[in-house]
Each structure stands twice: as structure tokens, then as C-alpha cells.
């Protein structure tokens, strides 16, 4: 049972990924307009007793970074309807040195250093698009 919960799971992740990518697709299309853009995945899990304070630093962090940095294309987070403390952040930068100089940001080590005794686990993996497309104005 827990492996059909996995790749369930793991199908709709991928689903909402595609689903994020979209606000950079409005632009162009997805060929080689993207193939210089990073793309990560944050998985998180967060202790359940400090979930709210975590969510309202997260928006803060992710309004700021997409509103000041020009390097950050998309920032996209979610939470598991049935586990609301396991959140996955769907990350598009404009390059891989964006994303470094995102890692040096002010409001990204305020993020950092506010939520570090909320976070239980964190994982990280680098991703690259296979294929993507979109309706126009979507």
C-alpha cells in the first residue's frame, strides 16, 4: 500500500511541477528558452505544532524572491492534502548562478534562520524538464 501512495504521490509532484512551469512558458516557448533555467525540487517536513508560523514565512520568502530577484522565474509550493506538514517547493531560476546568488539573498537567510527549528527534514533534488506545453493565456 505504502508503494502505491509513493508513486501516486510522485505522479501528481510531477504533474504540479509541469503545472509551475507554465508561468514561464507564457513567454515563449519551452525549447531554448529554458534550456539554461535550474530546476530543483525541496521536499520538506515540518513540525506540526509550528506549521502555520512556517507557512506564513515561506509566502513572505517566496513573494519576496520572485518580486526582487530577476533570477527567480518561479517559486511554487504546496502541501499534501492528506499530510499538510510535508511540502514540496517546485524552484525555476534563470540559471544556475541565480539560484547561487538566491542562496546569498537577505530575505532567503531571514528564511533560513526563521524557519530552521521548523524544519524535521529537508531534501533537495535537481531536476531537468523532459517536455513541456501549455494553452496560450492559460
Do not use: C, W
Amino acid at each position: 500500500m505504502k508503494v502505491k501512495t509513493f508513486l501516486h504521490l510522485r505522479s501528481n509532484l510531477i504533474l504540479i511541477f509541469i503545472l509551475s512551469m507554465f508561468s514561464i512558458i507564457s513567454y515563449g516557448t519551452a525549447s531554448a528558452q529554458n534550456k539554461d533555467h535550474y530546476m530543483r525540487i525541496a521536499r520538506l517536513v515540518i513540525d506540526s505544532a509550528k506549521l502555520d508560523a512556517y507557512k506564513l514565512a515561506l509566502r513572505e520568502h517566496l513573494e519576496t524572491a520572485v518580486r526582487v530577484e530577476p533570477g527567480v522565474l518561479s517559486l511554487t509550493a504546496v502541501f499534501e492534502k492528506d499530510h499538510p506538514t510535508h511540502i514540496t517547493v517546485f524552484e525555476i531560476y534563470a540559471s544556475e548562478e541565480a539560484y547561487k546568488a538566491h542562496l546569498q539573498a537577505p530575505h532567503f537567510i531571514k528564511y533560513k534562520t526563521i524557519t530552521k527549528d521548523m524544519v524535521k527534514s529537508l531534501e533537495l533534488t535537481d531536476v531537468i524538464p523532459i517536455a513541456s506545453d501549455a494553452k496560450q493565456n492559460l
